[in-house]
């Protein structure tokens, strides 16, 4: 592309990219300085041992799960309350320092890298449950709370937290994401079971976003400022709190695993499932590589063809109809008979090894890295999606498994890229690009659960169009108008 440009506008490109070098340079040179000035206003409010300048330490912060690499922030901060993040933020805000919300680092898209480095606020010593009304179905955890801490707390409770991502994230980061996972399909996405949040914005100030200490099961009051913090990625404000709703244990589950000719015939019978109007609690479909790789990985037998695991929860009756509705209609496509999952041990070893999808799909090639796609698209259009998505993957020779929540019409390929193949990489960003228009065209999203992070902007722009892009931007520069929460991360300022 460089030699097809005239000298005069080589001179140009040259020119820019020289002036955009220096302004990089200047931003850096100022933003370390301002880092230096404030670290002992930072020391005098959580304490030295709370802060951290280390390189292995702010490495560990400025990545995820993701392929994106490391971004490290120039100082990292463990605050135990939100008081001090209130104080830290405004420390941060009055030096024009940006601010990268950390919990488990679980993410896959690099939410958390710090692209303009700045100051990393590690929640992970915030780790209280506050408030557990178990007759109302609720609890309030602070941001170091994860799933498996929360359901561990719940144990004797009768009640437990359903989301489920795979990963053992924080809750207040799985709500920042609007995470979702396998029992999504039942009993819905953060989205649907955050109740409130307490919210510390980039300039100090601490909001409820439902009213303090506010838990109503359902409300039309004013703007649903809940729902629009969940899913925005650090890039509002830092969330310290969250309510949830909370769901009784059911009295039995049974889970099982079905096998089936073609993809066409799995997705079909998941379809079919939900349309007769069966409560299923999972429905997860892999196709054959996928279930070839679990098999390798966790030392399981099942059939190399595409399959479903599914889940039923509720009364043993209940569970019969359930049961007797689904394997007719799965046996209606060519399904095998159910092999079944009844007692815990066995269930939760069927479902470690689906969650274990991503490390199973890595030991395909050992030494590439994963990455996972995450489209989702109407229930009526995932048998073509998919079809077309195997048929693209077989002409591109491109390993990626594919694995999904069929029930919610999310799926995700895993896909297995060597790194230091410059033409494998690029391949695997077209086929990505594909997929996600793929799906754009069928009325879908390009990204179900995992969010948009860095590698989704230009895809979301696409997917909402320039107007809702211009909202979107209105309602970050109103509470961050310097631009300090998670900078670089849904939005660019330049595609405006």
Known sequence: MWLNLTPSRRLLSLRWSLIQYRNITLENTARKAAVDKVLSAFRSICGKDNISLGEAIREQHGKDESVHRCRPPDVVVFPR??????????????????????????????????????????LRNMDQILDLHPEDFDVTVEPGVTRKALNAYLRDTGLWFPVDPGADASLCGMAATSASGTNAVRYGTMR?????LEVVLSNGTVIHTAGKGRRPRKTSAGYNLTNLFVGSEGTLGIITKTTLRLYGVPEAMVSAVCSFPSVQAAVDSTVQILQTGVPIARIEFLDEVMIDACNKFSSLSYPVTPTLFLEFHGSERSLEEQVNTAEEITQSNEGSDFQWARDAETRNRLWKARHDAWYAAQALRPGCKAYSTDVCVPLSRLPQIIVETKKDLLESRLTGPIAGHVGDGNFHCLMVVDPNDPDELHQVHLFTERLARRALAMDGTCTGEHGVGLGKRALLCEEVG??????????????????LMNPGKILQRGEL
């Open 81 to 122: 309350c939100v008081e001090e993040v209130s104080a830290l933020a405004k420390v941060c805000h009055d030096h024009n320092l940006p601010i990268i919300p950390f919990g488990t680092g679980t993410g896959l898209e690099g939410g958390v890298g710090a692209v303009k480095g700045g100051v990393c606020f590690s």
């Open 192 to 196: 649907e079971n955050v109740m409130n």
């Open 466 to 483: 320039p107007l809702a892009i211009q909202v979107m931007q209105g309602l970050k520069d109103s509470l961050d108008p310097r631009n």
